[in-house]
């Protein structure tokens, strides 16, 4: 397809452009083709180009169940031999789930083609700070800034010096002097460059300015027998390093602590057909599940029916039955911390029916109730293998901070997390909820109980929330001298 030139634009045009493809990643040129084909395809609505397009949301893009969150990097490839890996290190970025943009300086070119480049990335190559193309829109400012990471590989001495002392006479330069992103180099030179006093007065001034180095490595050069420090790292090492800056590990105060959670409702059976059971969701559970293997907790879920998908790393036990939600209960213990957010029914019928109960004239049958196992008092007063940290829930409708200090007393759990669930509050099956933390001072049984009283959450939020107080109060057990 020809090349497009547009001329003679009113800064209303041009700022709609520039903002647009600004925002889609794409140059102006690509996004004035998109904009034709739309129109060609019969747009539904007007397009309105004098109109600045609002700011993007701040809320972030779901993501698909796991898969790692998108990222983007500007990929600058200088002119040294080296400049062939990067050819493997635009596949290795993007098994990564990371966009590349590539820009080639005028000596990267004459190892690696712009058309090699550019099929690997699926991406436009950028060559030329004049381009009037991508300079419509200032496009070195664009690749500057509209990344996540800028990565130099190879990093030749000369665009080094350039770094360092502040130069911007082509493309490569110019965007990363005119960058506000973090910036890894990987360094690839004759062994005897690298060494050069001038060359480590450069590295020296770019590491005190914060710029990240990769390599170089010891080994062969391409030049017959040169050998010493000036290869290239390999691609999958700098992809690494690419993905470290990109994604820095999340903290896993957890790690190493089995957590046992109970969610959902029991579905007691009356009948083949019929069963006693209650609203609860399941949600909060599988949101407090989420939130312990994200914080590198070993995590088994033991949930009762509902209608979700099981949480990513967590071991998800499915029941119907309160008696079925303890026999599995017993059967994951020993655990560190157990979190019983299930509703278990408090009763079943004393024997259920084998066939489905038919009206008759006689009128209702006799439904004979008795009481199901207390689950959370059951492993709160193990003299055994009891969880170091035990934590129930209090679902009430009146009453709530009295109930559920009763509970505390009455279970003999640690914590109790207490909730409204009246039918105004929209909390059961619902999304947010209003808990308030129970527990005793100092850990102390008969001692004075605290309430700890948390605003409106989304039940994610509430998850987050409690899984931070156990890893504060797991942190501050560790710190407590051996008595």
């Keep these: ?48 180009p004098f109109a600045v397009p609002p700011a993007q949301s701040t809320a972030p893009t779901p993501q698909r169940s796991g898969a790692l969150p998108e990222a983007s990097v500007t990929l600058i490839i200088s002119g040294g031999i080296a400049a062939y890996k990067s050819l493997d290190l635009i596949r290795r970025l993007k098994e990564r789930r990371i966009e590349v943009r590539c820009v080639l300086t005028k000596a990267a070119q004459q190892f690696v083609t712009p058309l090699a480049v550019s099929a690997l990335s699926h991406e436009r190559v950028y060559t030329d700070l004049f381009d009037p193309q991508s300079e419509f829109d200032a496009g070195h400012i664009r690749l500057a800034r509209d990344c996540d990471l800028i990565v130099v590989a190879p990093a030749t001495a000369d665009l080094l010096a350039k770094m360092a002392n502040g130069h911007a006479d082509d493309l490569a330069s110019a965007i990363l002097l005119a960058t506000n992103r973090k910036v890894l180099l990987a360094p690839a030179m004759n062994p005897l460059m690298w060494n050069n006093a001038a060359t480590r007065r450069n590295i020296a001034q770019l590491q005190r300015d914060g710029v990240v180095l990769i390599g170089p490595n010891s080994g062969e050069m391409a030049e017959a027998g040169e050998a010493g420090i000036g ?52 949600k909060q559970g599988f949101a407090i599940a989420a939130a312990a293997q994200a914080a590198g907790a070993d995590v088994i879920l033991v949930s009762g029916p509902v209608d979700l998908s099981d949480p990513q790393g967590v071991t998800v036990k499915r029941v119907e039955s309160a008696r079925q939600m303890l026999d599995q209960v017993q059967a994951a213990l020993p655990v560190d911390i157990a979190i019983f957010a299930a509703a278990v029914a408090d009763w079943r019928v004393a024997s259920e029916g084998e066939q489905k109960l038919k009206k008759t004239s006689a009128g209702m049958p006799p439904l004979q109730l008795i009481e199901n196992p207390d689950i959370l008092a059951t492993i709160s007063k193990l003299t055994d293998r009891r969880p170091p940290l035990v934590i129930g829930f209090a679902a009430e409708t009146e009453h709530l ?61 509430v998850a987050i929330e409690l899984v931070a107080h156990v890893v504060k109060s797991v942190t501050d057990k560790s710190r407590e001298p051996a008595s």
Aim: glycine share 8%.
């Design 1 to 48: 397809m020809a090349s497009l030139t547009i001329r003679k634009l009113d800064d209303g045009v041009k700022t709609y452009l520039r903002l647009r493809s600004a925002k889609n990643r794409r140059s102006v040129e690509e996004e004035v083709r998109v904009i034709l084909r739309e129109l060609i395809e019969g747009r539904q609505e007007p397009l309105t």
């Design 231 to 282: 290869r290239m790292s390999e691609a999958i090492e700098i992809a690494t390093a690419a993905e470290r800056l990109l994604r820095p590990p999340v903290p896993r105060p957890l790690a190493g602590k089995r957590v046992l959670i109970t969610a959902g409702p029991t579905h007691e059976p009356i009948d083949p057909v019929r069963y006693i059971a209650n609203r609860s969701s399941g």
């Design 401 to 461: 901070i009295d109930n559920a200090k009763s509970k505390l007393a009455r279970k003999g759990c640690d914590w109790i997390v207490a909730n409204d669930v009246s039918p105004a509050t929209g909390v059961m099956g619902g999304d947010r909820n209003t808990v308030h933390l129970i527990s005793r001072k100092n850990g102390e049984e008969g001692g004075e109980i605290a309430v700890d009283s948390w605003p409106v959450m989304t039940k994610e939020q």
